[in-house]
């Protein structure tokens, strides 16, 4: 890549249920509080990407949700790129907006990625992946799978649950701490085994919740760090993104995700020991401890292990997807958002302290070999 | 932009109606022609970008559509970068390909372009513009708009119907000539003007037709040019991509396309006068005319006269929108294909003789000022 490609803002709004709030609204003020932090208003604003999965189906906008949110916030005659991905929409725009800069067409990116799946349009229709409608109809869920991805786990390297839940304890304290977090309550280890079942051996509280919101970022190149100033920038060292073709004979692992981290730690020039804090994509508790190993955090087979660790403090600051909400989209830039506070030192409660290299980690197209995507994006202080 | 963009391959398969065919089974003709142009295998591409406008709300297919083509053809475990923008989707996906190679991430990115109007899914319910349902319903649709325009262009600069006609003519001629049009019949001046009124004065051949089809192409690097080897390769000069927020008060020009053109010709060094071949969006005959103008081809207000000109057989030498056909997110790539067939001089009865120079031109999301998207890219030999 030609050139450094940093964050210059980022912006959130709390993330929840708002299935009567129009796309406009639930994007406004992420997208107001990113300009606002990197001190931009928005005739600076060369390109938008916009990261959505489903406002085609669900709200009837396949097309256009990046202009509309954009024109909404006073951005015009801009590019703007609308790219899906799944639960990886969100890091796909954060890839596109990086390439966007690194390729000298464009300064200044503003990265939306936005979601709302309790919408009307949607209610009584299960979420599940794209052309999963059959295999949703059978109860071939993402619960699903990765309740055979539990089981698998635990036979294979003893994993117990409550391992699994200490991932979901830790990560609604986390949340606790986060004001826009859609879950603000703890969790005990008691309370996470006793839920109910929803899918051997997961329970509720092992499965992130579904929800709305969104989050943005602004993008800046060299040029443009060195015009706006950019005093709490934090340089995005590595975006890698991948997709499809997997064959996985192996329940416990990603491919995708372990070819994608490897690039990335490559692009970045840092291995697993250098990250001081993660983001990563624990759609079920079962999952954040397969990431752990997949991303190098620790070996294979001792994610279980890791999650009861002090170490795992440093993993999903933010609550991550089971208690700051997952509205797919969204996810992506929402854990740019964390990082990018965690680097600058700004993260109060929740502040993971001293970190200097964050890692993001995204995973979509679940079980399908076919179209299942990873993002892993390294940030740099 | 950072190092020059090549396009190494070229694909395409008939356009038409195939409501029963598979995603996979419209674009994989296109996708194998493009590698076997481009004399790649799957193992070559670093990337893939697809453009498409409706694939979730007609297939249920939102996020993973270029994952899935993509694997039907042999790719495995590459980014994939699915946009969307209106009629303009194909063209983002081109635009997309040509940061991604200029940003130094890829070296070998296979575009695609696909839609499949007359799916099942859509079966009674009407195309328009995401988010213009109402609009639709009280009969507000595209050839509504036009109809409009054309009301206006005959009443400040005296265009005929006859002059509209001259482009349904001249372009129906042209895609009796271009085996993958989806209308291989002449018409007549007369037939034009005697079909049944759609929205006046528009009639049924002012209009292009919906459908089926796919478009495909191998964009490369200079290192990727001269290790492929590409005696054939046709230079992208220019990719221009503008949304969003225009206060249109003329119904007569788009001031998006403005923009974008502008912009085009500078990136790539060349004025209108240059142009030796141009693929413009002729969804309506009134359009084509309307863009002749806007992107200074012709002086204002005299797009009709050119219309019935000799220059304005080296407009849409493909047959354009209302021959070829279009299917929507197909349209951008399927320009692309026609323009490096142009510059390569093999394009057999349709050639443009001694075409150096050609332009492409899409417009999308129609008269929704907030979301419009123009895209202009420009192919040199």
Known sequence: MSGAVHVLGVGIAPFGKFPDAALTALARPALVAAMADAGIGPGDVDAVACGTARTGMLQRRESGVGQLVAWDVGIR?????????????????????????????????????????????????????????????????????????????????????????????????????????????????????????????????????????????????????????????????????????YDNH??????????????????????????????????????EIVHYED???CAKGEGGAFAESPRAASVNPSGGLLSRGHPLGATGVAQAVELVTQLRGEAGPRQVEGAKVGLAHVAGGFMEGDVASSAISVFVR
């Open 77 to 245: 005659r801009v590019p703007v790129y609308n790219v899906k991905a799944y639960c990886a929409s969100g890091a796909a725009a954060l890839s596109l907006a990086q390439m966007a800069i690194a390729s000298g067409r464009h300064d200044v990116v503003l990265v939306v990625g936005l979601e709302q799946l309790s919408a009307r349009a949607g209610r009584g229709r299960p979420i599940t992946s794209d052309g999963m409608e059959i295999e949703g109809d059978i109860g071939f869920s993402p619960p699903a799978y990765f309740g055979m991805v539990a089981n698998r786990h635990q036979e294979l390297y003893g994993t117990t649950r409550e391992q699994m839940a200490a991932v979901a304890v830790k990560n609604r304290a986390a949340g606790a701490r986060n004001p826009i977090a859609q879950y603000a309550d703890r969790l005990s280890v008691d309370q996470v085994l006793g839920a109910p079942r929803v899918a051997e051996p997961l329970g509720l509280f092992d499965c992130c919740p579904t929800g709305d919101g969104a989050a943005a970022a602004v993008l800046g190149s060299d040029a443009a760090l060195a015009r706006l100033g950019g005093r709490r920038a934090v340089r995005l060292a590595a975006c890698v993104h991948v997709a499809g073709g």
């Open 295 to 297: 991303l190098g955090l």
């Open 250 to 287: 192996d329940l416990t692992t990603f491919p995708s995700d372990v070819q994608a981290v490897g690039a990335a730690y490559e692009e970045a020039g840092v291995g697993p020991a250098e990250i001081d804090v993660a983001e990563v994509h624990d759609a079920f508790t079962i999952a």
